[in-house]
């Protein structure tokens, strides 16, 4: 999974109207993680880190490609809020178990909640349920 479709909560309104909520992040890169490092808004502001590097990863936002830090600065804090989990859920380091034999990665711990996306091949909304499976009794 090197890139997942996402749908914001709440949505990019731009100036004619419209909203735009369906957008593409990919998975981050260690120089995506590092060059904002040496942005001088980020060395005044460490806040700012973070607004860098979503724009770096989030290859589309409804008609904007590529994502700049202006148009992510727009968004509802709802949405920027929905963007760093989803970074966070698609960058996760996952813990590795050594052996003799060979390296295993476990998986990633599911999320917790409801996920709306839009499906890449025909543009229908999907809601997404994330809670954990219990066993059955």
Do not use: K
């Amino acid at each position: 999974m090197n890139e997942l479709p996402f749908m914001l909560p709440v949505g990019l309104f731009t100036s004619d109207g419209q909203v735009h909520r369906s957008g593409v992040m990919r998975l981050a890169t260690a120089l995506d993680e590092i060059e904002p490092l040496g942005d001088p808004r980020v060395q005044q502001n460490e806040a700012y880190y973070s607004l860098l590097l979503l724009a770096r990863v989030v290859t589309r936002l409804g008609p904007f490609s590529p994502v700049t830090p202006d148009t992510l600065a727009v968004l509802p804090a709802a949405d920027f809020a929905h963007l760093q989990a989803l970074y966070a859920h698609m960058n996760a380091a996952l813990p590795v178990s050594w052996s003799a034999a060979a390296p295993t990665v476990q998986s990633a711990p599911p999320l917790a909640g409801t996920v709306e996306t839009e499906c890449p091949h025909c543009g229908a909304l999907l809601e997404l349920d994330l809670g954990q499976e219990t066993a059955p009794a």
